[in-house]
């Protein structure tokens, strides 16, 4: 399965007029944001658990990161409310699930594969700290392969940015218009390299979750041989 594949053009989902599609577990169901692959795949999605739902236990062979949007994630590592990131790496495994429900963005398959670093972070708890002018950021990880932070964006603050080396958001509140293209709570954009970030923030400003720098190298289906 192919969505959103072409990584060389731009890219945008407004999830939130998209259909839940059921995953291969009850009460577990996703809208797709960008896949190279089946069941084992390179995958952007937000994924919604129904109240006692849960997924079989298994190894993220690929890595896993993920943004809590809604309710409480669990696994048998905690609980993480709305505002959890969390990246678990090449080789980790749990089961997780939702008793109360929940919504997370999640990232498949998009690791160094000799990444072991765990991270957890409340993005809640943390200040933001001044990035440029009406721009403030808090950092959740970076590597030599990419950079991932909450970006807040004052009212009506023109953002641009010509050298990303790919870039992607998804809209946590607000709203911002780019390409003429407006795009509110939970609404998705990819832009290739040396294609501009030109964008400006709506009149409440915005709050996103950023990922810059990962689309050097052409993404590919994930290596299950």
């Not at 890595?63 to 809604?70: F, I, N, P, S, T």
């Not at 991270?119 to 440029?132: E, G, M």
């Not at 509140?173 to 501009?196: D, I, N, T, Y």
Request: hydrophobic share 35%.
């Amino acid at each position: 399965m192919k969505f959103n594949a072409d990584f060389e053009k731009r890219a945008a989902v407004h999830s939130e007029r998209e259909p839940w599609i059921p995953s291969p577990m009850p009460g577990v169901e996703r809208r797709m944001l960008d896949r190279i692959g089946d069941e084992v795949a390179r995958a952007t999605s937000i994924v919604r658990y129904a109240p006692g739902s849960a997924f079989s236990a298994h190894t993220h062979t690929g890595g896993e990161e993920y943004l809590v949007l809604d309710g409480v994630f669990q696994d048998e590592h905690g609980d993480f409310p709305v505002g959890t990131y969390v990246r678990n790496p090449p080789t980790s495994s749990h089961t997780p699930s939702s008793a109360p429900g929940a919504t997370i963005f999640v990232k498949l398959w998009q690791f160094d594969m000799n990444d072991r670093r765990q991270v957890t972070i409340d993005t809640t708890s943390l200040d933001p700290k001044p990035l440029r002018d009406g721009v403030s950021e808090i950092a959740l990880f970076e590597d030599s392969r990419e950079r991932v932070r909450i970006e807040l964006w004052d009212a009506e603050t023109h953002v641009v940015d010509p050298d990303h080396d790919g870039f992607e958001a998804l809209v946590i509140e607000g709203s911002f218009v780019e390409g003429g293209e407006c795009f509110e709570k939970h609404a998705w954009l990819r832009l290739p390299p040396g294609m501009a970030l030109d964008a400006v923030a709506g009149a409440e400003g915005a709050r996103l979750w950023v990922k810059s720098g990962h689309l050097a190298e052409p993404p590919t289906a994930p290596d299950i041989s």
